[in-house]
């Protein structure tokens, strides 16, 4: 069992930057493989970006590719995603998720969600 805390939500103005964090309960964190997904009302949950288990592969959306940093640091159980150059399209509920097995990019692959971090860019 992982449960997850997201953290770093907000409110800022277009082409600033925020820093989410996920914070993961027990002792196998670094046995899994993180990811990021958003989503806003009446649309589906969409992929952010991933990160394998030891850091060492990531993957991300077209649409954060050159914006967005997801690490982890599996000696503090967490997760990040730096993003920078925010724009209002990037304004969703952002959701961190975990997944035994290689990282993924389809939310039905991950098996434990936290409840979510709201962010908001202002034009």
């Known amino acids: 069992q992982v449960q997850l805390v997201e953290s770093g939500g907000g409110l800022v103005q277009a082409g600033g930057s925020l820093r989410l964090s996920c914070a993961a309960s027990?002792?196998?964190?670094?046995?899994?493989?993180m990811g990021w997904f958003r989503q806003t009302p009446g649309k589906e949950r969409e992929f952010v970006a991933t990160?394998?288990?030891?850091?060492?592969?990531?993957y991300y959306s077209d649409s954060v590719k050159g914006r967005f940093t997801i690490s982890r640091d599996n000696a503090k159980n967490t997760v990040y995603l730096q993003m920078n150059s925010l724009k209002p399209e990037d304004t969703a509920v952002y959701y961190c998720?975990?997944?035994?097995?290689?990282?993924?990019?389809?939310?039905?692959?991950?098996?434990?969600w936290g409840q979510g971090t709201q962010v908001t860019v202002s034009s």
């Open positions: 990160i394998s288990w030891n850091g060492a592969g990531t």
């Open positions: 027990g002792r196998t964190f670094s046995s899994y493989a």
């Open positions: 998720a975990a997944k035994k097995g290689v990282r993924g990019s389809y939310y039905y692959e991950y098996e434990y």
